[in-house]
């Protein structure tokens, strides 16, 4: 889970620069207050990447995805992304939770398989 959402989240952190880009030049917000926004977005994408893991996580994720569809107030255009990103995120954590449990479930049965070699008389293991 941890690859797929990074990588949703990275890309989302260089979307919401490219937006800020954009919203500086077509709104009458402020230029200050469009990098503060976007900087704190930014943040929280790239160090949500670190903890994505933990608990807790995945709904500050949503709560992101939120904010970028929210964001379409001040640029239409962030509707349609903030969509595609809510998508992407889905996907992320709904298939990457699959990914995770698969690695776990060959993990355990390469375990056992070891244990089982390791139980084989010594003549019977291979050098």
């Known amino acids: 889970m941890r690859t797929l959402c990074s990588s949703t ?8 620069m490219f937006a800020g880009l954009v919203a ?21 994408c790239v160090l949500l990447c670190g903890v994505i893991t933990r608990p807790g996580a995945v709904y500050v994720g949503w709560a992101l995805q939120l904010a970028v569809l929210a964001s379409g107030l001040v640029l239409p255009t962030m509707y349609a ?25 060959r993990a355990a049965a390469g375990a056992a398989a070891e244990a ?5 008389p010594a003549a019977a293991r291979p050098a």
Request: hydrophobic share 60%.
């Open 9 to 16: 989240l990275i890309g989302e952190a260089l979307l919401i």
């Open 24 to 44: 500086m030049k077509l709104t009458d917000v402020g230029t200050g207050t469009i990098w503060a926004v976007s900087a704190v977005a930014i943040a929280l």
């Open 81 to 105: 992304f903030g969509v595609v990103f809510g998508g992407l995120w889905w996907c992320s954590v709904h298939y990457g939770r699959k990914i995770d449990a698969l690695k776990a479930q």
């Open 116 to 120: 089982a070699a390791g139980a084989a």
